[in-house]
């Protein structure tokens, strides 16, 4: 028996007044009830039709937000028995580039790291001026990073496909949740040792903007970093994406066991 469905509405309609699109809201009245505990791991969830009717959606909406979290593994169908509630996602362990916190120095806020797109990039751009050339090209990797439950950033980083090609063929949920630069020290003995970065205010396109749930056009920040490994070798070449937020921003350009000083600044968008 589904349970009910209470927690769901209420956080649903309480965001009504954003200007999230509604299968964002949805996926995040989920998410957020999960979270809370207010939806158990492995309870069933209310049917896909029923749920848009309760909630006034149309069955293509709801099975779009559904269908996102079933990707993410926040919820599991079983063919036959319906809808079920996955294991509790886990933030990113040691990140150190991004650090979201309250201005008045409260606790940093967990991110939680979604696959949207990888792929191998032929195309030359601002990484391969950064990288250098590739006969192989680059593997892209694009990301939403759910900050806290309170907004969403937009990532992408671009790596020289000739060392780096096999990030195409993991498991892709070797990739959620994940702080790639571990990945890259564990799996191609490639650590971040260095990185340096530039940020500016730009207006968010509307592909950023509507997994980010902002209007497009919205002012944003656009952050590019590059990292470094042995030998000052250029590794990667990261584009980050953040919307309007009153939580401040730390950056930490130095790995957190590294003797140098850190490098550190921080500020909030409004």
């Not at 580039?97 to 030359?124: I, K, S």
Request: one cysteine or more; charged letters at 20%; a positive charge.
């Amino acid at each position: 028996m589904a349970i009910p469905s209470g927690p769901i509405v209420l956080r649903f309609q309480a965001a009504a007044a954003t200007a999230m699109p509604k299968h964002a809201r949805l996926r995040t009245a989920i998410v957020d009830a999960v979270e809370a505990g207010e939806l158990p791991a492995g309870s069933r969830i209310t049917g896909e039709r029923e749920l848009s009717l309760m909630l006034g959606l149309s069955l293509g909406t709801t099975q779009k937000a559904l269908g996102r979290l079933m990707d993410e593994g926040f919820l599991v169908r079983r063919q036959g028995h319906g809808t079920f509630v996955g294991s509790t996602r886990q933030p990113i362990a040691g990140s150190w580039h991004f650090r979201f916190c309250p201005t008045d120095g409260g606790r940093e806020l967990p991110v939680f790291a979604t696959m949207l797109e990888r792929r191998l990039e032929a195309q030359a751009g601002p990484w391969s001026v950064v990288l250098g050339p590739d006969p192989k090209g680059y593997v892209m990797l694009r990301r939403s990073l759910d900050i806290g439950g309170k907004f969403t950033c937009v990532s992408q980083i671009y790596l020289p496909a000739s060392r780096f090609g096999r990030l195409l063929r993991m498991a892709a949920r070797r990739l959620y949740d994940t702080n790639l630069k571990a990945v890259l020290e564990q799996d191609f003995a490639a650590p971040t040792l260095q990185s340096d970065g530039l940020a500016n205010m730009m207006a968010i396109e509307a592909a950023e903007a509507s997994v980010m749930g902002v209007p497009p056009g919205t002012m944003g920040l656009q952050v590019h970093i590059t990292a470094r490994s042995f030998g000052r070798q250029v590794i990667s070449f990261q584009r980050m994406l953040v919307p309007p937020t009153s939580y401040a921003l730390k950056f930490d350009f130095n790995p957190p066991d590294q003797a140098a000083p850190m490098s550190r600044a921080s500020g909030s968008l409004t």
